[in-house]
């Protein structure tokens, strides 16, 4: 644990690891607990490495990057980083820019308020890609600053990246900035920065088992909050495991707090031979085939200044197409707050 990569940051000389946060948020475990503990054992999400053992005690497991990985990278630099602004912008004043990276979004947002964290509970897919430089994710994103050159942004969620891992499948991840993605971070532990605490959990490691079409569906819950002690960004996955933090002293608006929050789902449309990507978000379905069809976030919440989870206030949606995806909210006494979001991107609609 003691050598993992965040230590090469020139910040984290001397840092002594936090093994657990000062505070939990309030409101966490009381949500109809003896119901979700006798759900949540016939359903354990796992990882595909658990099948061969686990690590000790004081050790974090790491995902090998192999020659083949970095190779797959347009250059060594690159590896394990966005490309250029891929933040969703709601409400922005020309939606043609929105479309310049080629990202596209379905997201729930909230903003005005100062946000100490987000939770949600996030239906897991393995969506099909068109191409191996585009990538599907579904995450949730805190963000402080303005869209300008010094945002800073926490992501976690599940993705799907031929281009950064070799293969389709779904897996764990994390990201984070502090520069509107120039310089500074990077995905899961491929860079100094994320402090991980956790023995059993690997980010950028595949989740299993994976949501199907009118079938069985599957969930992971992503819970990241500000300690109010010490200041860090602390990530907790499922109920049990909390993985580590992001110090602040990486942030510069997130050393105090967020100013809007983010859920949804974002891919990458390159425009091969010049139609929109058949590469698929969520399910690959719009949100009004509902459940076992469309994929969800569901209870999704806030940390509020008081470390007490809230419903968010005032939520918006935000897709630059809705005919290639699409979002859609709803609220009701078992989900809370939730939205339906996704689509097929390429069909007769969206040429």
Not at 119 to 125: H, Q
Not at 132 to 139: A, C
Not at 263 to 277: A, I, L, M, R
Not at 306 to 316: C, E, H, T, W, Y
Request: hydrophobic fraction near 30%; include cysteine.
């Amino acid at each position: 644990m003691a050598h993992q990569p965040a230590f090469d940051h020139p910040f984290l000389k001397d840092h002594k690891i936090q093994m657990r946060p000062s505070y939990h948020p309030e409101g966490l475990f009381d949500e109809n607990k003896v119901a979700t503990e006798s759900k949540e054992r016939t359903n354990p999400i796992t990882q595909l490495w658990h099948m061969n053992g686990k690590c000790p005690e004081g050790t974090i497991p790491i995902r090998r990057t192999k020659k083949d990985d970095v190779l797959r990278a347009s250059s060594v630099k690159r590896y394990g980083r966005k490309k250029h602004r891929s933040i969703p912008k709601p409400r922005s004043a020309d939606p043609d820019l929105t479309n310049e990276s080629g990202h596209q979004h379905a997201i729930a947002y909230v903003e005005g308020d100062k946000y100490y964290g987000a939770k949600a509970t996030i239906n897991v897919w393995e969506p099909k890609i068109q191409q191996p430089n585009e990538f599907s994710l579904s995450q949730l994103w805190i963000l402080g600053g303005s869209f300008g050159e010094d945002l800073n942004s926490i992501e976690a969620g599940w993705q799907v990246s031929p281009d950064l891992y070799g293969d389709n499948n779904t897996r764990l991840f994390t990201y984070w900035t502090s520069d509107a993605y120039q310089a500074t971070g990077c995905y899961n532990l491929l860079c100094s920065g994320f402090i991980q605490i956790n023995s059993e959990i690997a980010m950028g490691a595949s989740i299993s088992p994976v949501s199907g079409y009118r079938n069985s569906q599957y969930d992971i819950s992503i819970l990241v909050w500000k300690d109010p002690k010490e200041g860090h960004w602390w990530m907790q996955f499922g109920n049990d495991y909390v993985l580590g933090y992001w110090p602040s002293f990486l942030f510069s608006y997130l050393t105090d707090s967020a100013s809007m929050i983010e859920w949804g789902g974002e891919v990458v449309n390159s425009v091969p031979n010049g139609q929109h990507t058949s590469t698929q978000m969520g399910s690959g379905h719009f949100p009004e085939e509902g459940f076992g069809k469309a994929s969800y976030f569901r209870n999704i919440q806030v940390v509020d200044g008081s470390n007490n989870l809230k419903a968010p206030k005032g939520i918006g949606t935000f897709t630059e197409q809705s005919n290639c995806y699409d979002v859609q909210t709803g609220s009701n006494g078992d989900w809370g707050h939730y939205f339906y979001y996704g689509g097929p991107g390429r069909n007769s609609n969206c040429p």
